[in-house]
């Protein structure tokens, strides 16, 4: 499904990423470990298509080649990206937000969109399930959201659009234990032989929740050691600094 | 173009029914305008807006002594909601209805008020001299407006070129209260527009005043309003200020005795060359009042923004709040926003802010959007729409609210 080969990229002349290689299959759920500063946003960021980045090497996300496409259109094609700090959009309710969202997709891939009765019927259901309050909806996209809501907010999203390839780039980070149990409930329900994730994290604690089929750790921006479940245990035993 | 305005000045007066006072009053000011001429920037009110430029660049000549009273248009095309109206037609009032209303409790007055004394500011002692079609409404004690007044104002296609002055005063009594929406639809063609308003809420009165301009025009607008409030009264005032090619809207508020309070929010939202001002003066004159302003503005292509806003304090004004905002979105390199906010206190135990800020949009947020699949420009819109939308979420009526949402093509 996804298949990075030979990844580096710069940001304002700094090399981030150095010959970054990984390769995704539908229905796999991957983590990549690394302490700060390895290059784990910044690889999220270039799989979603953010600018600013200089990027060589080759990225396909179901043979097509990902970094000719806009950020927009990866999202058509089933790319989401769960952000580490999800931004506040004043004067922009969720509800519409969400609804502009699920049909800007649905009409770029060809299907019917939502009318208001339909997404309703949606989104309660998954407000249910992640146990959020159905207030939210009228509120402002992120403002004011405490970091839990807002880390919420982005699995309501990633559960409603239901992508093919989820990154979430460190939601575990500023969620109390309640909380990432129920992001991660998310993220399990979402699970099946088509969809894959690629989970970004610091901390094996989120990987006890979701078991990822493979876990790398990500070191000076390369994988430098790729191994099952038992490898984030073992890094959280011998710590970044003296893994090898 | 004066040879032309002064035969325009004598034929209006001939053909106006003024009383011998009137003629003189009229003929003073329209002699202390052409000694002034139209503002220029080196007025420091007009510093940012040339009229006398914009004036002479945009017309050849402007008639000022068009008469037409045949056109009577009464199409209200606003079917939201149930509504009083008034149409302007060509600078005349052409119809009134208050259907709604008990009409015992509203008094018509068509007897021309001109201002005793000449003005610094020559657009008044222009409208003195041109205005001739006028009406006072004055809302009689403890009577409440059912329905909202809609002033609509229309031009007909074959007005060109002209310049219309134009007058409405509106007094609210003790106890009463008004929602007044003026809104314009008119033809794409060259006209200069000044209008003008005198307006005074009684005590324990409200007045919610909504001025809508949306449709695109060619016209160029002023707009001068000074509202006087008393005891314990209430002005809400909203402007949203899109479609003129230009239009200044300036708004005198004096808060003449204690615990008066004014809200006065604003939209600039323009694109193309449009060039729009926004100028307020809040006169704090006694104690215990408060005044609010909220002015936002986004600036598209090669636009022009402008807010003035004062805030004025008297001495005998202690325990004044007053605070005003204005923040601006500026959506490429070619447009220009100008602010000048401005604090005048003289009493010592107030509570005064202003702030402005200008910037551009934030390309974090149009990532964040379009990894939702949104397209850059969809997520623009959304953003845009959400940075003003806090403005119109200010509306308290709620009728008046959707309708602005609808005008300006916002979401709810």
Sequence with gaps: MLAIENLKAKIEGKEILKGLNLNINPGEVHAIMGPNGSGKSTLSNILSGKKGYEVNGNVTFEGENLLDLETEERAHKGIFLAFQYPLEIPGVNTNTFLKTSINAIKKARGEKELDAIEFLKLIKQKLAELKFDEKILSRQLNVGFSGGEKKKNEILQMSILNPKLSILDETDSGLDIDALRIVSEGVNSLRNKNNSFLIITHYQRLLDYIKPDFVHVLKNGQIIKSGDYELAKELEKVGYEDFN | ?412
């Design chain 2, 1 to 412: 173009m004066q040879t032309e305005i002064k035969s325009n000045f004598e034929k209006s007066l001939s053909e106006g029914d003024f009383s011998s006072l009137q003629k003189e009053i009229k003929e003073k000011n329209f002699n202390k305008f052409i000694e002034q001429g139209f503002p220029t920037k080196r007025i420091e009110d007009w510093k940012f807006s040339d009229l006398n430029q914009i004036i002479s660049t945009s017309f050849e000549n402007l008639d000022f002594s068009k008469k037409d009273n045949q056109s009577s248009i009464d199409d209200d095309f606003v079917n939201e909601f149930e509504h009083n109206k008034i149409f302007f037609v060509n600078g005349n009032i052409s119809k009134i209805d208050f259907s709604y209303e008990n009409e015992e409790k509203i008094i018509l007055n068509h007897n021309l008020e001109l201002d005793k004394e000449l003005n610094d500011n020559a657009l008044l002692n222009l409208n003195n001299a041109f205005v001739s079609n006028y009406i006072k409404i004055t809302v009689g004690k403890g009577y409440q407006f059912q329905k909202p007044l809609i002033l609509y104002n229309y031009l007909t296609s074959d007005l060109d070129s002209c310049g219309l002055n134009m007058r409405l005063d509106i007094n609210l009594e003790e106890d009463t209260s008004l929602n007044v929406i003026n809104i314009s639809n008119e033809n794409i063609k060259n006209n200069f527009l000044n209008f003008r308003q005198k307006i005074n809420i009684g005590k324990n009165s409200v007045l919610k005043n909504y001025s809508l301009d949306v449709n695109p025009t060619s016209n160029i607008k002023y707009s001068f309003k000074d509202i006087d409030l008393d005891k314990n009264s209430h002005l809400e005032y909203f402007i949203l200020s899109k479609g003129s090619k230009f239009a200044k809207h300036d708004i005198n508020c004096s808060l003449n005795n204690e615990y008066g309070s004014v809200v006065l929010n604003g939209i600039i939202d323009l694109d193309k060359k449009k060039h729009h001002e926004i100028k307020t003066l809040i006169n704090h004159n006694e104690e215990n009042c408060k005044s609010y302003q909220l002015i936002k503005s986004v600036l598209n292509e090669n636009s022009k923004g402008v807010y003035q806003g004062k805030i004025y304090v008297n001495s005998k004004a202690q325990k004044t709040d007053g605070y005003q905002l204005s923040r601006a979105l500026l959506l490429n390199e070619n447009v220009e926003f100008n602010a000048k906010p401005e604090l005048e206190i003289y009493a010592d135990d107030v509570k005064c802010s202003h702030g402005s800020t200008s910037g551009n949009i934030d390309e974090n947020s149009i990532f964040y959007l379009m990894s939702r699949g949104l397209s850059h420009a969809q997520s623009k819109r959304l953003l845009t729409n959400g940075f003003l939308n806090e403005v119109i979420e200010k509306i308290t009526n709620e009728d008046v609210k959707s309708l602005v949402k609808k005008l300006t093509d916002i979401q709810e």
